[in-house]
């Protein structure tokens, strides 16, 4: 499918759990982002990356780890998940040179 | 630091009705700001940039505007339908920013046009 893909789109996990949320684009973006949304803070972006082996932390980066080997896939990794990190997860992509960034469809996490 | 806000947080109008929803932000340096739609369980779709330099996009029934200095910009539907039924969220990005352009968003209104 062209655009951009997040997968599994629900996710039940439990606490101290490895947890890995995938994203897929097939534009061929240079950048991609991860946020988070949650009620009463909005979205926060937790990594981004601007290249294939390049990343960096966004605003809230504690408890995550991104890796970026192809430029096509970002995967969000929660080494040990914990209740805070129940939330709907964003990736999102945008071209080098261009503004607008897009937005997969998310992935709503629960943490128990 | 950044702080985006939008007002009001949720809205209920009658279709037909011209409407205007407000965000503001507190550091006027910014570079540009955005407009995203978000349905319910879906991700968001970019509707409107406005760069630093511009005072107002416009896209078929929906315009927005941008007042840097006094920090606010406001988006204008005209002719409300019940398919404009969404979340609407604005987004900034700040001048000197080098991650990969950051957006900081506000918490949305969440409008409901009733037929």
């Known amino acids: 499918d062209a655009g951009i893909t997040q997968s599994p789109r629900y996710k039940i996990t439990e606490t101290g759990r490895q947890v890995t949320l995938m994203c897929h684009q097939t534009?061929?973006?240079?950048?991609m982002f991860w946020y988070r949304q949650d009620l009463g803070h909005g979205l926060r972006l937790i990594y981004y990356?601007?290249?294939?082996?390049?990343?960096d932390k966004g605003e809230v980066p504690d408890g995550y780890v991104v890796s970026r080997s192809k430029t096509e896939n970002f995967p969000l990794t929660l080494e040990s998940a914990t209740r805070s990190q129940t939330s709907v997860y964003f990736c999102?992509?945008?071209?080098?040179?261009?503004?607008?960034?897009?937005f997969g469809p998310g992935t709503r996490l629960l943490v128990l | 630091k950044q702080e985006v806000t939008q007002i009001p947080a949720a809205l209920s109008v009658p279709e037909g009705e011209n409407l205007v929803l407000n965000c503001s932000f507190t550091?006027?340096?910014?570079?540009?700001l955005q407009w995203f739609r978000q349905d319910p369980g879906k991700g968001l779709t970019s509707l409107l940039l406005?760069?630093?330099?511009?005072r107002e996009q416009t896209s078929g029934r929906l315009n927005a505007s941008l007042d840097k200095s006094s920090g606010r910009s406001t988006l204008y539907i005209a002719a409300s339908q019940p398919g404009d039924s969404a979340t609407y969220l604005c987004?900034?990005?700040?001048?000197?920013?080098?991650?990969?352009?950051?957006?900081?968003f506000g918490g949305g209104t969440r409008l409901m046009v009733k037929p």
């Open positions: 999102a992509s945008r071209g080098d040179g261009q503004e607008t960034q897009y």
């Open positions: 534009w061929s973006h240079s950048y």
């Open positions: 990356s601007a290249a294939a082996d390049i990343t």
């Open positions: 550091d006027s340096a910014i570079y540009n």
């Open positions: 406005i760069q630093s330099s511009q």
């Open positions: 987004a900034v990005r700040r001048v000197n920013n080098n991650a990969g352009n950051m957006l900081t």
